[in-house]
């Protein structure tokens, strides 16, 4: 059975409070604003080593080991693969498949994390990247938003490390290449200011153990990413762009006058 078909099978209807609450910041409500309500939510549930929790103010200094891979020819392969690869069967047009919805910044992060790493278990059979939350007043430049920024108050994204320099994979920041966790912060605002929490593979939200790894089976992730397959396909229709070419054969990054 091919990966695409794993995402047919789970249901949509997976949600966790932490989950409907987003990543999403509005521009004019502080990072503090966001980390209160999350904080209300955890007090009803969760694990007492939650990503939340764990996340201290970063240093270069401080940043703990996570998942090595062998090379940066490596890092580079598999970060254009996941890139690229259409995998995810849409239920409103399952004879278009999808790719992970790097091209709707506006929120979904924690869901785009998860099946990567599910795609790297499935499909490469390669050790799965870490994950990497930042939390903060998070701003960063994209033409795929139709202010041309995307608002956070977390955000999250796979991270490996290769020869002991820690490097990010998020083609929705940065579609060309994976960048080094500074580089990473540094599009976001001022990484001194920030949070950060280098958990283990399955750590999913906020609200979840910062140490829990996963085989790459996450239903959850598969339930939230079906929430943003419509979404960035009606982000696209407008911002006056094709969804069936960025979303098809001719991804943005193919098209070097349209980023």
Not at 109 to 120: I, K, L, P, S, T
Not at 164 to 179: A, F, M, Q, T
Request: glycine share 6%.
């Amino acid at each position: 059975m091919k990966f695409a078909f794993v995402f047919l099978f789970i249901s949509a209807q997976l949600t966790l409070a932490s989950e409907e609450m987003g990543a999403y910041r509005d521009p004019t409500m502080s990072f503090e604003f966001y980390q209160n309500q999350m904080t209300q939510i955890m007090t009803q549930s969760r694990d007492e080593d939650n990503v939340l929790s764990t996340a201290r103010l970063y240093t270069p200094e401080s940043v703990p080991e996570t998942t090595r891979w062998g090379s940066i020819k490596l890092l580079n392969a598999r970060f254009q693969k996941v890139r690229d690869e259409r995998l995810l069967i849409w239920k409103n047009h399952p004879d278009f498949i999808r790719r992970i919805t790097w091209l709707y910044p506006k929120d979904g992060c924690f869901a785009r994390a998860a099946v990567a790493n599910a795609f790297f278990y499935h499909q490469d059979k390669v050790p799965v990247p870490g994950k990497a939350f930042v939390f903060g007043s998070l701003k960063v430049k994209t033409p795929f938003n139709k202010n041309g920024i995307a608002t956070w108050w977390f955000h999250v994204a796979p991270i490996v490390q290769v020869a002991g320099v820690k490097y990010i994979l998020d083609p929705s920041i940065e579609s060309s290449r994976p960048l080094t966790l500074h580089e990473w912060l540094l599009r976001m605002g001022n990484p001194s200011q920030f949070k950060l929490a280098i958990c283990g593979s399955g750590a999913f939200a906020p609200s979840d153990s910062c140490h829990y790894k996963t085989d790459g089976i996450e239903a959850r992730g598969y339930a939230a990413e079906a929430k943003y397959l419509p979404l960035e396909w009606n982000n696209l229709i407008s911002l006056g762009r094709s969804p069936t070419n960025d979303l098809g054969v001719k991804p943005p990054w193919l098209q070097p006058s349209s980023l």
